[in-house]
T-cell receptor, first 115, second 112 residues
Framework: DARVTQTPRHKVTEMGQEVTMRCQPI?????VFWYRQTMMQGLELLAY????????DSGMPKDRFSAEMPDATLATLKIQPSEPRDSAVYFC?????????????FGPGTRLTVL | GESVGLHLPTLSVQEGDNSIINCAYS??????FIWYKQESGKGPQFIID?????DKRQGQRVTVLLNKTVKHLSLQIAATQPGDSAVYFC???????????FGTGTKLQVIP
């Protein structure tokens, strides 16, 4: 049963610390997305990769956030330095760009708390 | 102190009844519209999508209706079950691009 995995599932850290969240997309998928979900803003797209190349990171605060795909099986989202307002659930999703397919498969999320 | 956050509209439905969840959109450039379901503590799950040149699409127990004239999308769930309790999001996807813009969501509560 193929699924997107994310680690860690929960992270509590102090303001100013670096946070790294990892995602393993479904094997064979060529698109990867990072979303952030909060009560205030709902679900927001942070960054989007296709074939490991970043296509859109306009939703991401550039000064502290960075997203990369070192290889096809790993996507990372880093926050440095972290701030309390970064507290949220971060979701990774993957999909396959083919004609007629819009389905994105979401991981279980990383719940981040910045104190 | 006062807690401020998104106030999700809530729809309460008796088990076995049909549910209709509505969504209004503003971006006419969307080529596809998608409905996602998010259960508590989980990531969103794809339910069904509809292309902008269609007005109706049916899946298993679900039907999506699209009215482009009034920019309105609805999700109908037949014979609602307790497992359908979740937050439902509509989303728009522009042509040739998988960048999804999510709506704020509607919480569906199924009363046993």
């Amino acid at each position: 049963d193929a699924r997107v995995t994310q680690t860690p599932r929960h992270k509590v850290t102090e303001m100013g610390q670096e946070v790294t969240m990892r995602c393993q997309p479904i094997l064979g998928h060529n698109t990867v997305f990072w979303y952030r979900q909060t009560m205030m803003q709902g679900l927001e797209l942070l960054a989007y990769f296709r074939n490991r190349a970043p296509l859109d990171d306009s939703g991401m605060p550039k000064d502290r956030f960075s997203a990369e795909m070192p290889d096809a099986t790993l996507a990372t989202l880093k926050i440095q330095p972290s701030e309390p307002r970064d507290s949220a659930v971060y979701f990774c999703a993957s999909g396959l760009v083919t004609s007629g397919s819009n389905e994105q498969f979401f991981g279980p999320g990383t719940r981040l708390t910045v104190l | 102190g006062e807690s401020v956050g998104l106030h999700l509209p809530t729809l309460s439905v008796q088990e076995g009844d049909n549910s209709i969840i509505n969504c209004a959109y503003s971006n006419s450039a969307s080529d596809y519209f998608i409905w996602y379901k998010q259960e508590s503590g989980k990531g969103p799950q794809f339910i069904i999508d509809i292309r902008s040149n269609m007005d109706k699409r049916q899946g298993q127990r679900v039907t999506v209706l699209l009215n482009k004239t009034v920019k309105h999308l609805s999700l109908q769930i037949a014979a609602t079950q307790p497992g359908d309790s979740a937050v439902y999001f509509c989303a728009g996807v522009p042509w040739g691009y998988q960048k999804v813009t999510f709506g704020t969501g509607t919480k569906l509560q199924v009363i046993p």
